[in-house]
């Protein structure tokens, strides 16, 4: 099978660890510790954890046909996103697998959308998908605060000014000094 590559910190992506897990085991391969080595796609050193995670996003990510598991096309474009976003450690990893999860959610909402023949589908689907498109909103919000991205705001609540006193609202800027080049 021919494995997009992603780039990784690791020598293996998640992507090439799925592939591994497919050619040993291929109706079994979330039982198996190869489909956990693109430990990096995952932000983790952990196993288990990268495991827990591939399990998400396969279960929520992906359609799967009756007659074989998921289709590993879905799998490797849920793991692409993943990747994209880049976890670097397990709360950025469950975030970005519940980010991909929503995102295909509300894709497929939305399709549901175009598809509805009255009122009452296209109300039921376009309040699924706007609810399911302010989720992701908030979820990246949440990712970029955790990274330390996130816009900061601060709002002061109460301001006394006594009589004299003074006080000034916006940016205040220190005046410039002279410099002296020495005794003249």
């Known amino acids: ?11 293996t992506t998640a992507l090439e660890s799925y592939s591994i897990a497919q050619a040993q ?10 489909a956990a080595s693109g430990l990096s796609a995952f ?20 359609e799967e046909n009756p007659a074989n598991r998921s289709q590993p096309h879905n799998i490797f474009e849920a793991m692409a996103a993943l990747t994209g976003i880049g ?8 975030l970005a697998t519940q980010m991909v999860a929503t995102h295909v959610a ?10 509805s023949v009255n009122t009452t589908q296209q109300d039921s689907n376009g309040n699924l998908a706007v609810k399911l498109l302010r989720t992701f909103t908030m979820q990246l919000e949440a990712l970029q605060r955790y990274r330390g991205k996130g816009q900061q705001k601060v709002t002061v609540e109460h301001v ?19 410099k002296s080049n020495g005794p003249m």
């Open 1 to 11: 099978m021919n494995t997009p590559k992603i780039a990784s910190s690791s020598n």
């Open 25 to 34: 085991q291929p109706t079994d391969w979330q039982n198996t510790e190869a």
């Open 43 to 62: 932000g983790t050193a952990k196993p288990d954890f990268a495991l827990l995670m591939v399990s998400g996003i396969v279960n929520t990510a992906c």
């Open 87 to 94: 976890p670097r450690d397990e709360i950025e990893a469950m």
């Open 106 to 115: 509300a894709i497929k909402a939305l399709k549901q959308l175009k598809g």
């Open 160 to 178: 006394h000014v006594n009589a004299g006193g003074q006080a000034i609202v916006g940016i205040v800027h220190p005046p410039a000094t002279k």
